[in-house]
């Protein structure tokens, strides 16, 4: 049979599955597709200008090796770079660039030191009378690299954010959008990236900001007709780092400044650094022009941590406090809060202080009694798993027929009803919640979710189903 570009291609996956973590070869080898094959050389599509970056720095070799087992000594590989989001061009293009030999992108340093051709440029950090121009960086130094641990939840952040800080601006990261869940490390992570910069780099303006106080001070520069100098002000920084930016959600007028904002800084070759607590595709009342814009870099997400990393951190916090504690105390503390790093941080210090102040020993005992505080204040989680065989069970069915294709109405609403508690119950995002129930897409979701809503008001048999499974999924 004749060689195609698929078949060729699909030999390659066979091997290269084989050959990396299930997890990797999901991330960074599902979404490729391929396109064409000529004489020894095969194209494949890549979705983004950092996929193919990040491909040929960790997976040359293995590519290398697949692609020749498949076509011989002289084979070739051509990246196909799907090119989105890129200023007046709505349609998606496509860059090609064969494997292992970069363009090299010129540095693009535009310093306009606007301060000195406008004087009366206004610093919106300055308190009303007080006169200064120098731009504090709000970081704060004790949120750094070396104490951020590294571990598989939060490898590609980790990483992306060592990657900006030796290089920032200069990377395809930009922006790096860092998001995840309630207390995962986003702000510290942020801060790090900030401070590393700092170090590096001590010409450089770099500012940290919440999306709230920027809010604050728009609102502000409104108020006072400074809007302008507002502008000029945050055209200004060389790292911008925003800190939740779901705050903007649904005010139209700071989302707008900070578009405008945005783009200069981009277009000049400044970082922006970004964090949030929902991927992109979940963000709500945000622009579309605006969003499109923070998937444009590196979305990357930080995960509650796996054990080892919790382990690593409980003894990182006791090291640094000087306390010493038996490992079985660790490892019961680290077993039981699994969800956010804060709450294992906050379990920690109130063990230290509780045998301190009450001078109490540490035991077991002492630390289930204090963790059971923490957990029990925690919402259980629910896993995706869980719901889908609880939903299941509810229509007897089993649940590979609720994700089966079929269209028959009560698989179907079973299937909605799935999707919608995953989105209420989990913190996964719509295209994760997905792919989990039946392989569907984002947009499958959130259609489900919305069905889900419309039939809630107006169908009592179906308000009946949410309560009983509601009640089922938070006994
Ligand atoms: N990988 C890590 N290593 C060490 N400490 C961590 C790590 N991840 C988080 N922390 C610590 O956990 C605490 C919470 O982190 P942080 O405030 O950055 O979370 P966040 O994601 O911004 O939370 P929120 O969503 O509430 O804004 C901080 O004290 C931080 O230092």
């Not at 990483?159 to 869940?181: C, D, M, Q, R």
């Not at 800190?243 to 405008?260: E, I, L, N, R, Y």
Request: glycine share 4%.
């Amino acid at each position: 049979m004749d060689k195609t570009a698929q078949s060729v291609w699909d030999h390659c996956l066979q091997f290269i599955k084989d050959n990396i973590q299930p997890q990797a070869y999901k991330t960074w080898f599902e979404p490729i597709r391929a396109v064409k094959l000529t004489d020894n050389s095969l194209s494949i599509q890549v979705p983004s200008k950092f996929f193919y970056e990040w491909l040929e720095e960790h997976y040359v070799k293995l590519l290398k090796v697949s692609l020749t087992k498949e076509l011989g000594d002289g084979a070739k590989l051509v990246y196909i770079i799907r090119m989105e989001n890129t200023y007046g061009n709505k349609k998606p293009f496509t860059e090609k660039i064969p494997s292992n030999n970069r363009p090299s992108v010129p540095s693009q340093e535009l310093d306009v030191p606007l301060k000195n051709k406008n004087p009366e440029l206004k610093n919106p950090f300055i308190i009303p009378g007080i006169r200064n121009v120098k731009i504090e960086s709000q970081l704060n130094p004790n949120y750094s690299f070396d104490n951020f641990l590294e571990g598989d939840s939060n490898r590609l952040a980790r990483s992306a954010g060592l990657a900006v800080a030796s290089k920032p601006g200069g990377t395809s990261f930009n922006p790096l959008l860092i998001f995840g869940g309630v207390g995962l490390g986003k702000t510290h992570l942020a801060h790090a990236i900030g401070v590393d910069i700092k170090d590096k780099y001590p010409e450089k303006t770099v500012l940290y900001i919440s999306a709230e106080k920027f809010t604050q001070q728009y609102i502000e520069s409104v108020k006072k007709n400074t809007r302008n100098d507002f502008i000029h002000f945050y055209q200004l920084i060389d790292v911008l780092i925003i800190d939740d930016v779901q705050f903007f959600s649904g005010k139209s007028g700071t989302q707008d400044v900070f578009f405008h904002i945005f783009n200069h800084l981009h277009q000049n070759g400044k970082q922006v650094i970004l964090t949030s607590d929902k991927a992109p595709v979940d963000m709500q009342d945000i622009e579309q022009r605006l969003l499109s814009r923070f998937k444009w870099g590196l979305s990357a997400e930080l995960q509650s941590p796996d054990y080892e990393t919790r382990i690593s951190i409980v003894k990182n916090k006791l090291y640094r406090d000087g306390v010493e504690m038996p490992f079985e105390i660790v490892d019961y503390i680290a077993k039981n809060i699994k969800t956010n790093v804060r709450e294992l941080e906050g379990a920690i210090i109130s063990l230290i202080a509780q045998s301190s102040f009450n001078k109490k020993e540490v035991t077991l005992d002492l630390a289930s009694q204090i963790v059971e505080k923490f957990v029990k204040n925690t919402k259980r989680e629910v896993s995706i798993d869980y719901i889908q065989k609880i939903v299941s069970d509810y229509f007897q069915m089993d649940v590979s027929t609720l994700q089966s294709k079929t269209r028959k109405r009560h698989i179907v609403q079973a299937r909605q009803l799935a999707m919608f508690f995953a989105k209420k119950y989990t913190k996964a995002s719509l295209a994760s919640i997905g792919s989990q129930i039946g392989k569907r897409d984002h947009a499958t979701v959130l259609h489900a979710c919305k069905t889900v809503d419309n039939l809630a008001e107006t169908d009592k048999q179906f308000r009946k189903y949410i309560d009983d499974i509601s009640k089922k999924l938070t006994l």
